[in-house]
């Protein structure tokens, strides 16, 4: 199976994405077992997946502008081995 990454570069308790996101990842029956939540350790995201069981990754970045999250990506490189943007099948 493979590991699925979602990445939310919102802090704090985010808006109508963030919130949206939230419900799929309480109602996703099979999700702790196959995703990454890639967050904002202070962020709502990063504190309710945590909770409910997922796999989370402190995203790195100290605001959230082009610089500082490409920035964040690079250091996090290494940790996302078993994420890929294909199928490998």
């Given amino acids: 199976m493979n590991q699925i990454g979602v990445l ?3 802090e704090g ?10 419900e799929l990842l309480k109602g996703w ?13 202070e962020s709502s995201i990063f504190q309710e997946a945590k909770s409910l069981g997922y ?4 995203w790195p970045a100290s605001s959230d502008s082009f610089k500082e999250n490409f920035k964040a990506a690079l250091k996090l490189r290494s940790q996302l081995k078993d994420l890929s943007l294909f199928d490998s099948e």
């Fill in 8 to 10: 939310s570069v919102t």
């Fill in 13 to 22: 308790d985010g808006h109508g994405a963030e919130i949206v996101l939230l």
């Fill in 55 to 58: 796999q989370t990754l402190a």
């Fill in 29 to 41: 029956g099979d999700g702790p077992q196959m995703t990454t939540i890639i967050a904002p350790v």
